[in-house]
């Protein structure tokens, strides 16, 4: 109801292209992002988080695939 108040989407399965969704940005499961998504994202401007990251393997390789942000229970090791 705030439009000053950024407005996320949560996503555990992909059925089409997220980033028509009236978000500011999305929150997917670490499987989601591809380079499909992460470049339709990019270009509306779209920050995606990803989620449940614990281990660094996992940490590097969304960063390398394009993640903004990282969800972890482990902030430290992030």
Known sequence: LEPAVPLG???S???GDLTRLDVDM???R???LTPRLHAQ???RGMPI???TLNDRAAMV???A???DEIVTDDPQLA
């Open 26 to 28: 999305l929150s997917v």
């Open 49 to 51: 988080a990803v989620w």
């Open 65 to 67: 695939r394009g993640a």
């Open 9 to 11: 989407y949560v996503v």
């Open 61 to 63: 390789d969304a960063i």
């Open 13 to 15: 399965a992909r059925l």
């Open 30 to 32: 670490r499987g989601l």
């Open 41 to 43: 994202a990019t270009r």
